[in-house]
């Protein structure tokens, strides 16, 4: 049986997600697992879903379990590491995106924009860093503006102009990598919209 599949078999049994699965040189394999996403019914569901993480725990039974699969079936391997995606979590599937629509996340695109950037952007660009949509179309976008962050305690004139949104459109094929961007507030925690001060 290959790799993948008895990996994906023993986390899926133990009701949990495959996001990735690495070797490295020195025999390490390093497996990355997540909860299972069920898209929210509710306001209430979707509150106490988005409060629930991989834990140690979780972590630990699965690396008993593997270790016991990966012996099984003779799988060569120095040191087993599994952990949670960690906050640049790799989004790889349809699914993956559906759970994080609204997200800001850093795209590579396969191939350079080229004549498609038809000026908006360096023809040269893979890279992109913006707020992920649903398109129109179907299809997925991120928005985004070139507007540098304002810096603390810079004024800003109140007759400035604000750079102008933009949007690109993209399927899952033209992707080389997706992630959530690893953006981390360390002034404490601020209240969301809609929870009192």
Known sequence: MALQQIVEQTVAGLGYDLVEIERSAGGLLRITIDLVWVPPTDEVSAAVGAEQFITVEDCEKVTRQLQFALEVEGVDYTRLEVSSPGIDRLLRNEADFKRFEGEVIDITLKQPMGAAAGGQVHANRKK?????????????????????????????????????????????????????APIVDFKGRGTKPGEPG
């Not at 992920?132 to 991120?142: K, N, P, V």
């Open 128 to 180: 992109f860093r913006g707020a992920l949509e649903r398109a129109d179309s179907g299809g997925w976008q991120i928005v985004w503006s070139d507007e540098p962050p304002v810096k603390p305690g810079q004024r800003i004139s109140k007759k400035r102009v604000p750079a102008p949104l933009q949007a690109l459109g993209f399927t899952l094929d033209e992707l080389r990598e997706a992630r959530l």
